[in-house]
């Protein structure tokens, strides 16, 4: 690792605001994934500021009838709380599917959101990585890409978001609550707060410079099946190759959001009236526009097949 100073934060305005007056600096809390990326260096903030005693780890009831779960609740607390198995299974199972029981007794839930690709070409510094050094080109593209993304992709940029966590949370119309460095909050819909690579793929998510995640707000519950089906090369501590999250009501309505196959979660909502139609139409609308590799176009039967098993089980 690079020398760096460290400092810990007495409240997220102050967290924020000393993020956005310290060039390089970045939050930590569990450091499952800043801290690999600091040891490769490629990550090399000058500063890093510890949030964990901000008191953003509880999961609290809304007045709207949700729940508001704190930026710094692990993930095993999240996956175990009784009102998410209850009312937001696909969230619990999709946690569970993540990573490995020591990591979520360490990881958080916006650490979740902000880990950053497992493509092997940004970890790998002696290729060049539009993510790492913007400008310098992907070295994905014309490689390896059997685990690349095959939806929303550009010329810069052909990684998939990571997170199992993010796939539910997109399915379930999350919200992400922030803090600035003036004080002032906002919400962003999960629709909106992972970016698409375009010609910028280091621009992940919507957060501006300092902006620091407080929580994440689930809406009411609506009931309905919830599943979350992970298809990957081992059973454990594998990131995706394809992902479907799902909750379908009893008269076969519902939503579908997938993971594996782009820079962020995949949601279309125009295909999910497709649902009562089978696994068959509401991939076709899907995958619309998808962009394959010899390497990797296996994904578009895979999402199919699964989003067809994920249905059939929670239609018995």
């Given at each position: 690792?690079?020398p760096?100073?460290?400092?810990?934060a007495?409240?997220?305005?102050?967290?924020a605001?000393?993020?956005?007056?310290?060039?390089?600096?970045?939050?930590i809390?569990?450091?499952?994934?800043?801290?690999?990326?600091m040891?490769?260096?490629?990550?090399?903030?000058?500063?890093l500021?510890?949030?964990?005693?901000?008191?953003?780890?509880?999961?609290?009831?809304?007045?709207?009838?949700?729940?508001?779960?704190?930026?710094l609740?692990r993930?095993?607390?999240m996956?175990?709380?009784?009102r998410?198995?209850?009312d937001?299974?696909?969230?619990?199972?999709?946690?569970?599917?993540g990573?490995?029981?020591?990591?979520?007794?360490?990881?958080?839930?916006?650490?979740?959101?902000?880990?950053?690709?497992?493509?092997?070409?940004?970890y790998?510094t002696?290729?060049?990585?539009?993510?790492?050094?913007?400008?310098?080109g992907?070295?994905a593209?014309?490689?390896?890409?059997?685990a690349?993304a095959?939806?929303?992709?550009?010329?810069?940029?052909?990684?998939?978001?990571?997170?199992?966590?993010a796939?539910?949370?997109?399915?379930?119309d999350?919200?992400v609550?922030?803090v600035?460095?003036?004080?002032?909050?906002?919400?962003?819909?999960?629709?909106?707060?992972?970016?698409l690579?375009?010609?910028?793929?280091?621009?992940?998510?919507?957060?501006?410079?300092?902006?620091?995640i407080?929580a994440?707000?689930?809406?009411?519950?609506?009931?309905?099946?919830?599943?979350?089906?992970?298809?990957r090369?081992r059973a454990?501590?594998?990131?995706?190759?394809?992902?479907?999250a799902?909750?379908v009501?009893?008269?076969?309505s519902?939503r579908?959001?997938?993971g594996?196959?782009?820079?962020?979660?995949?949601?279309?909502?125009?295909?999910e009236s497709?649902?009562p139609?089978?696994?068959?139409?509401?991939?076709?609308?899907?995958?619309?526009?998808?962009?394959?590799?010899p390497?990797?176009?296996?994904?578009?039967?895979?999402?199919?097949?699964?989003?067809?098993?994920?249905?059939?089980?929670?239609?018995?």
């Amino acid at each position: 690792m690079k020398p760096f100073s460290y400092e810990r934060a007495r409240t997220p305005k102050d967290a924020a605001a000393i993020a956005a007056r310290t060039p390089g600096a970045k939050f930590i809390a569990g450091g499952t994934n800043l801290l690999d990326l600091m040891k490769l260096q490629i990550e090399t903030p000058g500063h890093l500021i510890d949030v964990n005693g901000l008191a953003l780890d509880k999961i609290e009831a809304t007045p709207a009838g949700g729940l508001r779960i704190g930026a710094l609740v692990r993930n095993t607390d999240m996956a175990a709380d009784r009102r998410v198995r209850r009312d937001y299974g696909v969230l619990s199972r999709a946690l569970l599917a993540g990573a490995s029981g020591q990591l979520r007794n360490k990881a958080t839930t916006a650490g979740n959101l902000l880990q950053r690709t497992r493509c092997p070409y940004f970890y790998d510094t002696n290729m060049p990585c539009n993510k790492r050094n913007p400008g310098a080109g992907c070295s994905a593209i014309g490689g390896a890409t059997r685990a690349q993304a095959v939806l929303g992709t550009s010329d810069a940029c052909i990684a998939t978001h990571p997170s199992d966590m993010a796939i539910a949370l997109g399915v379930l119309d999350a919200t992400v609550e922030t803090v600035a460095p003036d004080g002032a909050t906002r919400s962003i819909a999960m629709a909106d707060f992972h970016r698409l690579p375009g010609s910028t793929p280091h621009l992940e998510t919507a957060l501006a410079p300092g902006e620091l995640i407080t929580a994440v707000t689930l809406p009411r519950p609506i009931g309905g099946t919830h599943g979350y089906h992970k298809v990957r090369d081992r059973a454990s501590y594998a990131f995706a190759l394809v992902s479907v999250a799902t909750i379908v009501q009893p008269d076969g309505s519902g939503r579908v959001a997938l993971g594996g196959v782009a820079h962020r979660p995949w949601r279309v909502e125009a295909a999910e009236s497709q649902m009562p139609r089978g696994a068959k139409a509401v991939s076709e609308a899907l995958l619309a526009g998808a962009k394959t590799t010899p390497d990797n176009a296996f994904k578009l039967t895979l999402v199919e097949r699964t989003l067809g098993a994920a249905l059939a089980q929670a239609r018995a």
